[in-house]
């Protein structure tokens, strides 16, 4: 049985309050929005899955590795809840609004 992942970008999680004696120095009991796993950005094993940073709500800053099991997930697609000035938020945004007339335009022409 192969592992996955459990909580992808933009996915808006609450952090348990406890998080153990190791991380006692890492936010908790907060809400934050999820950036990448540790395997999306270094790679890995399948265990790299369950490791996440995160982006702390509402505006503080980011922190690395959350364990899976240590967040709960509230609703999934929050990247609008990112400060207006964050990248991954401004990237999302154009994404959205970029003009797709070349997709129809393609269409018309394989007809």
């Not at 120095?25 to 950036?35: G, R």
């Not at 790299?48 to 697609?77: H, K, M, V």
């Amino acid at each position: 049985m192969s592992a996955e992942q459990k909580f992808f970008l933009g996915d808006r999680v609450r952090i348990a309050a406890d998080l153990g004696s190791t991380m006692s120095h890492f936010d908790k009991d907060c809400e934050a929005i999820v950036m990448y796993s540790y395997a999306e950005q270094y790679g890995g094993s399948n265990k790299d899955l369950d490791r996440f940073s995160l982006f702390i709500l509402p505006n503080g800053g980011s922190a690395s590795w959350y364990y899976a099991d240590q967040l709960t997930l509230i609703e999934p697609d929050r990247l609008d809840m990112l400060p207006k000035n964050h990248i991954v938020r401004k990237n999302f945004e154009a994404k959205w609004r970029r003009d797709d007339s070349w997709i129809t335009g393609l269409s018309e022409q394989q007809s």
